[in-house]
């Protein structure tokens, strides 16, 4: 190696594909972690900061309203200048507003430094789906897909564990996991230099052309409808799950932090178990008929969650939920990372992770205050309607709009 090569890549340059998987899967885990760090302490911050249970979910939400602004910029971005830039930009953001998160000592100041955390989330979740796109093709990328979330929900599920141990003494401690994030950034600099050989258009163009060429190949009603599909899940499971949940551990059974995070990390588990064998549900269900058992299955797990009379029975619903969302995300983030071909690649897959960016936003305030106002059970009985409607409404809607499948 030359010394100016060196000096440009000190680590060297990553050019198999699965050292490629590894580090989207190693940097998305990162992204993962800014929600599952702090779904553990929000009773513990709530007390700290003195505010309602209502207003607790903002710490959640916060770090989405960035991305709801700047995922598809971000998208756009990374089909105009490079995955590799994108990402080394957006890990620095995020860990180094994800460990100001341990100095801060007011409510707002957390707001504020979680917002600008959610900018670099947006870039390393979503830039990490548009590398494993980029790296494979047709069922191999749903099963690298599997692989990811399963990296992703693997972490996602250690994130709660850790937590809530740390937050026994300090409950900002948990906030200090995002120094990680800094020799992450070293590796990924190994990922090869990517940036455009041709002219990518300006963003409002690139978003029509990304349409234009959608509406052509007959995919556009499908991928609008995965976008549909992903907000209600995460909307509905993110707001519930991960911010409901903690509440009704610590008010209705009294679950210390420590053991919360342990229980929480079911919803995860049941991911985990769904996504590493997405391949083979596939191959056994087939994906239309999975998509269907997928939200079935979030209806039930909801349910099992609304009618429980133990923690036990929490963590049996989080877990069928999980397995629900494991069995229809995947797939959802394969599509959105081949429907617009490489060239609008950023821009399609970016753009979905926009949506989840929403959802994420509104459903945990939502969620919390939906559980001030009504109490325990009406938030997971909402759930159990809504995903059990889109259980049996999704096909039928389907072929009324796109009348060839």
């Avoid at 995955?83 to 707001?111: Q, Y």
């Avoid at 047709?138 to 564990?161: C, D, H, K, V, Y």
């Avoid at 850790?162 to 990924?188: D, E, K, M, Q």
């Avoid at 029509?208 to 052509?216: K, L, P, S």
């Amino acid at each position: 190696m030359s010394a100016a090569a060196f000096l440009s890549r000190p680590f060297g340059t990553a050019t198999r594909p699965y050292e490629q998987l590894a580090i989207a899967i190693a940097v998305g885990s990162m992204g993962t972690l800014g929600f599952s760090v702090t779904a553990p302490i929000l009773p513990d911050l709530a007390e700290t900061f003195g505010v309602s249970r209502g207003s607790i979910g903002l710490v959640q939400g916060s770090i989405s309203f960035a991305g709801v602004l700047f995922s598809a910029l971000i998208g756009y971005m990374a089909d105009r200048i490079g995955r590799r830039r994108v990402i080394l930009t957006a890990l620095l953001l995020f860990s180094v507003f994800g460990v100001a998160g341990f100095f801060a000592r007011s409510f707002w100041s957390l707001v504020i430094v979680r917002f600008i955390q959610g900018i670099g989330t947006s870039g390393i979740l979503g830039v990490g789906i548009v590398l494993i796109g980029d790296a494979f093709a047709g069922e191999a990328r749903t099963r690298a897909m599997g692989i990811n979330m399963t990296g992703l929900q693997t972490t996602s599920l250690l994130g709660p564990l850790i937590a809530g141990f740390l937050a026994v003494n300090g409950t900002f401690r948990p906030f200090l996991i995002f120094l990680v994030g800094f020799p992450l950034a070293a590796w990924s600099s190994r990922m090869p230099s990517d940036r455009p050989n041709t002219t990518v258009e300006p963003p409002l163009r690139h978003l029509r052309a990304a349409v234009v060429a959608m509406r052509t190949n007959g995919t556009l009603a499908d991928y609008v409808g995965v976008l549909v599909a992903t907000f209600v899940a995460t909307y509905l499971l993110h707001g519930l799950g991960l911010t409901v949940v903690p509440l009704l551990l610590n008010d209705e059974f009294g679950v210390e932090v420590a053991t919360r995070g342990a229980l929480i990390a079911s919803f995860q588990l049941g991911i985990v178990l769904a996504a590493i064998r997405i391949g083979l549900l596939i191959d056994w269900i087939g994906k239309v008929k999975l998509i269907t058992t997928a939200f079935a299955l979030m209806a039930a797990g909801s349910a099992v969650t609304a009618l429980a009379s133990s923690p036990g029975w929490v963590v049996a619903g989080l877990a069928v939920c999980g397995f629900g969302f494991g069995c229809f995300v995947p797939q959802a983030q394969a599509y959105a990372a081949t429907v617009g071909g490489r060239h609008h690649r950023g821009i399609t897959v970016l753009i979905w992770v926009t949506i989840i960016r929403i959802s994420q936003l509104g459903g945990p305030p939502a969620g919390s205050f939906l559980y001030d106002v009504t109490g325990p059970t009406v938030p997971f009985w909402s759930v159990t309607a809504v995903t059990a409607a889109v259980a049996l409404a999704w096909i039928p809607l389907r072929r009324a709009l796109s009348p060839s499948h």
